[in-house]
């Protein structure tokens, strides 16, 4: 079982506001994804990282940022909330040799009104 | 970028029935992954392929990396009521290894 975990499970918040997605795994992998997901929709990349200090752009344009100051840590921030980010955002890890395994965490449920 | 074609999009069978969804892509992948993901919750990897020609099995699920390598399929053998959920594909290629996700398949089995 993956032991990677998001925060929070939920989020309602008005637009404008700043929020910040936790992600954080114990199994001490060095690859850590964001991505994005509409309902029932496939998945799209929109941060990744390779270690500390290490952030890339996915595939899809994002206005998010991310950080990576701590292996095991991995948050996504939005500076000014909208409504078009109402999405569900997944994080995942793997191991740097994977062959691309990636293991998910449950899931923050974004809605800005 | 590269893409992933999954089908069917959705499927709804009876309890003890058999299941079969693929994915094909116009490019290579080296591995190729299926997840399924129940509602409000992330993807669980269920089976990992890594060579072409590879038949892998996991309990009553059955996955195969295509002899191309551009594509790959999953059975699911007399399927139960949690079976119900999104079936979605990946692959990855290349150096990066990121993974490139299928649009999904809507499973629901119906008593």
């Known amino acids: 079982e993956a032991d990677i975990y998001q925060t929070p499970r939920y989020l309602v918040i008005g637009t404008g506001k700043k929020i910040t997605l936790e992600c954080s795994q114990t199994?001490?992998?060095?690859?850590m994804y964001w991505y994005q997901q509409d309902p029932g929709m496939e998945l799209h990349l929109i941060h990744y990282?390779?270690?500390?200090?290490?952030?890339e752009k996915g595939d899809l344009s994002s206005e998010s940022t991310v950080s990576r100051i701590r292996t095991e840590h991995f948050p996504l921030t939005l500076e000014s909330a909208r409504p078009s980010h109402t999405s569900q955002y997944l994080c995942?890890?793997?191991?740097?040799?994977?062959?691309?395994?990636?293991?998910f965490g449950q899931g923050t449920r974004l809605t800005v009104v | 970028g590269q893409q992933l074609n999954q089908s069917p999009q959705s499927m709804f069978i009876q309890e003890g029935e058999d299941v079969s969804m693929n994915c094909t892509s116009s490019s290579i992948f080296n591995t190729w992954l299926w997840y399924k993901q129940d509602p409000g919750e992330g993807p669980v990897l269920l089976i990992a392929?890594?060579?072409?020609?590879e038949l892998t099995s996991n309990g009553r699920l059955t996955a195969q990396f295509g002899i191309t390598r551009k594509d790959s399929f999953l059975n699911i053998s007399a399927s139960i009521p949690s079976d119900v959920g999104i079936y979605f594909c990946?692959?990855?290629?290349?150096?990066?290894?990121?993974?490139?996700f299928g649009s999904g398949t809507q499973l629901t089995v119906l008593p």
């Open positions: 990946a692959g990855s290629s290349g150096s990066a290894r990121q993974l490139t």
């Open positions: 990282s390779y270690g500390v200090n290490s952030t």
């Open positions: 392929l890594y060579k072409a020609g």
């Open positions: 199994m001490g992998h060095d690859k």
């Open positions: 995942a890890s793997s191991e740097l040799g994977a062959r691309g395994e990636a293991f």
